[in-house]
T-cell receptor, first 113, second 111 residues
Framework: DSGVTQTPKHLITATGQRVTLRCSPRSGDLSVYWYQQSLDQGLQFLIQYYNGEERAKGNILERFSAQQFPDLHSELNLSSLELGDSALYFC????????????FGPGTRLTVT | GQNIDQPTEMTATEGAIVQINCTYQTSGFNGLFWYQQHAGEAPTFLSYNVLDGLEEKGRFSSFLSRSKGYSYLLLKELQMKDSASYLCAASNSGGYQKVTFGTGTKLQVIP
């Protein structure tokens, strides 16, 4: 158990819908990272927040957005969902803004039908 | 941009030693991560190398050569539970951090 929690564990929804994935970092960690893992593309970095502010952006689509709240939990919003968005979404956290060790949550498996 | 290459699959025998290689081409390279990921589970941190050389942690060691853009993960005394995917990932420098993952090497340990 890494100490990072993610909800929900599984999510099944239809194309065109919008969903919100939630992540609570380890106690004391200020950075939250979001990753997408699909079978054909491996693990892809989406976005990083540090203490409530966006810090780094990776391959995040415009239909996706995220935020980190004052209590440091983070939400990833996915809208206008497409079949290709079906994937495992991981959240990770670390103590600092530049991490040498990231702790991953168990992931949310999203299935778009 | 960043490009990371590692073998797709490897097979090794229980009790043996296996070396998983990773080459990278990046701009603004800072360091290299290795993660272990069992099927359907979250990645687990194994190591982070910033300086050249070998770092040993129990049965696992990781090596980095910055000049060659090359790293390897060495697993000794293989156990069946070591069957997993091993992800190599490069971290950029410059304050804000992006991590780029390779597609992973699926290691199968056989009796």
């Amino acid at each position: 158990d890494s100490g990072v929690t993610q909800t929900p564990k599984h999510l099944i929804t239809a194309t065109g819908q919008r969903v919100t994935l939630r992540c609570s970092p380890r106690s004391g960690d200020l950075s939250v990272y979001w990753y997408q893992q699909s079978l054909d593309q491996g693990l892809q970095f989406l976005i990083q927040y540090y203490n409530g502010e966006e810090r780094a952006k990776g391959n995040i689509l415009e239909r996706f957005s995220a935020q980190q709240f004052p209590d440091l939990h983070s939400e990833l919003n996915l809208s206008s969902l497409e079949l290709g968005d079906s994937a495992l979404y991981f959240c990770a956290s670390s103590v600092g803004e530049v991490s040498y060790e990231q702790y991953f949550g168990p992931g949310t498996r999203l299935t778009v039908t | 941009g960043q490009n990371i290459d590692q073998p797709t699959e490897m097979t090794a025998t229980e009790g043996a030693i296996v070396q998983i290689n990773c080459t990278y081409q990046t701009s603004g390279f800072n360091g290299l991560f290795w993660y272990q990921q069992h099927a359907g589970e979250a990645p687990t941190f194994l190591s982070y190398n910033v300086l050249d050389g070998l770092e040993e942690k129990g049965r696992f060691s990781s090596f980095l050569s910055r000049s060659k853009g090359y790293s390897y993960l060495l697993l000794k005394e293989l156990q069946m539970k070591d069957s997993a995917s091993y992800l190599c990932a490069a971290s950029n420098s410059g304050g804000y951090q992006k991590v780029t993952f390779g597609t992973g090497t699926k290691l199968q340990v056989i009796p």
